[in-house]
């Protein structure tokens, strides 16, 4: 952030009572932490601090003491909103609400961001978007420490759990030593690492039925393309069954991923409606995820990405999939 845009903010926050903090539709590790690291360093502000996301808080993120307060309604009277690890309007559906959009529109508007891509938001924002950073915890910190503000306890242990959740755990290509610098300042000021892995643990338990049905999914994983493609199909019966305990591709995918000579895993949910949805993850060296998707009209990445068609009728996805993966590989 370039002084100038430095001291717009510092003023802005200053001169703020309510200041509302917007994560996009897709809310992760590092999206929920950045936001409860704002709040936590805005209450220390004495401010009056909203969290806003469109979609409920996916349950593996719910370790995060906090998460209860995001809100699926925009407040009014906000004096200035922050966007987190997000710049793209297609993430932030609930501000085509004219309505909505009404609330945030004349308000300065900060984005805070490490993605990619140009801002394409259809409003006037002061864009902090750092590319090199390897999550928005880690541009909220620097910020922080240019401001000389203190993100206190619960802050400093949220800038730890964005850059850990984004790092996946520091491992990442992404991850620079500045990354890691933060991280061990954080340490040196009391965040433990243990504790944050222990509560992240804690959410991950799950009950004896699904850990039987885990299981029966492992047993049907199936391997083609001279193993190199691992694949599961889950019928609606069992997206009824167990689907609002645990969403059944993310018992076995990552796993599948593991076996010797896979390089790309699909797994494909088939809904009593016709519609069908595959997850994709390939391995390092086989970027190929996106490509597969899009053959199907889905996108994403080149190690994870995924698709949905909403009429499967006279398609055979599955031999697709098989034929498309084995000219990708
Ligand atoms: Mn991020």
Redesign the pocket.
């Known amino acids: 952030m370039n002084k100038e845009k430095l001291g717009i903010f510092k003023e802005t926050i200053a001169n703020a009572h309510s200041i509302l903090i917007i994560q996009a539709d897709n809310p ?1 590790g ?2 929920l932490a ?1 936001a409860l690291a704002l709040e936590s360093l805005f209450h220390g502000q004495n401010k009056e601090t909203k969290l806003f996301c469109r979609v409920q808080i996916p349950k593996h993120l719910r370790y995060l003491s906090g998460w209860d307060r995001v809100e699926n309604e925009i407040p009014n009277n906000v004096d200035t909103a922050i966007i987190v ?1 997000a710049s793209q309007w297609s993430l932030l559906e609930a501000f085509n609400n004219p309505l909505n959009l009404s609330k945030i529109k004349n308000k300065p508007v900060f984005v805070l961001d ?2 990619d891509y140009e801002s394409d938001l259809p409003f006037k924002t002061i864009s902090v978007i750092d590319s090199k950073a390897v ?2 915890g880690e541009i909220i910190y620097e910020l922080a420490q240019k401001l000389d503000w203190d993100l206190g306890d619960i802050g400093r242990e949220m800038i730890a759990i ?1 850059i850990l959740y ?1 790092s996946l755990g520091l491992s990442t290509e992404s991850t620079t030593p500045r990354s890691i610098r933060i991280i061990a300042d954080l340490v040196e000021k009391g965040v433990s690492l243990a504790k944050i892995d222990a509560d992240r643990r804690e959410t991950m338990k799950r009950s004896a039925e699904i850990m039987r049905y885990k299981a029966a999914l492992m047993n049907r994983i199936e391997f083609y393309n001279d193993g190199k493609l691992a694949l599961i199909e889950i019928p609606w019966e069992e997206i009824e069954k167990f689907g609002d305990q645990y969403n059944p591709p993310m018992l076995v995918l990552d796993e599948m991923r593991l076996v010797i000579g896979v390089e790309i895993a699909v797994a494909l949910k088939y809904y009593n409606n016709n519609k069908v949805t595959g997850k994709i993850r390939s391995s390092f060296g086989s970027p190929i995820s996106a490509k597969l998707a899009e053959n199907f009209g889905g996108g994403g990445h080149s190690y994870a990405a995924g698709f949905k068609i909403i009429d499967r009728s006279n398609k055979n996805i599955k031999q697709e999939v098989i034929d498309y993966t084995k000219q990708l590989l």
């Open positions: 992760d590092d999206s950045s690890d490490h993605h999550a928005t964005s984004d």
